[in-house]
């Protein structure tokens, strides 16, 4: 496996990293909606949500463009992870 490749295996990581945060923040984001007790923080967290994953793949983006899609692979595959794991709680 080349350099290259072992970069590639990383942003891939990372992605996951962010999506298992982001969609779990997210679904934290959406309880504290619908609950209606503290709206303040649900919007500032959705602020910072939106932000960080906006931030990761701009430093991603400027890396390459492989860069870039293996992180956006990994967020993907952190999604479907948060997914199955809170579709129980959620029915």
């Given at each position: 496996?080349?350099?290259?490749?072992?970069?590639?295996?990383?942003?891939?990581?990372?992605?996951?990293?962010?999506?298992?945060?982001?969609?779990?923040?997210?679904?934290?984001?959406?309880?504290?909606?619908?609950?209606?007790?503290?709206?303040?923080?649900?919007?500032?967290?959705?602020?910072?949500?939106?932000?960080?994953?906006?931030?990761?793949?701009?430093?991603?983006?400027?890396?390459?463009?492989?860069?870039?899609?293996s992180?956006?692979?990994?967020?993907?595959?952190?999604?479907?992870?948060?997914?199955?794991?809170?579709?129980?709680?959620?029915?």
């Open positions: 496996m080349t350099l290259a490749n072992c970069a590639l295996v990383l942003w891939f990581a990372a992605g996951c990293g962010l999506g298992l945060l982001y969609f779990g923040v997210l679904w934290w984001n959406v309880r504290l909606l619908t609950s209606g007790t503290k709206p303040v923080m649900a919007v500032l967290l959705g602020l910072a949500r939106f932000a960080g994953l906006g931030f990761a793949l701009f430093l991603a983006s400027h890396s390459g463009v492989l860069p870039l899609l992180m956006g692979c990994g967020v993907l595959a952190g999604r479907g992870v948060v997914v199955r794991r809170l579709r129980p709680e959620a029915a």
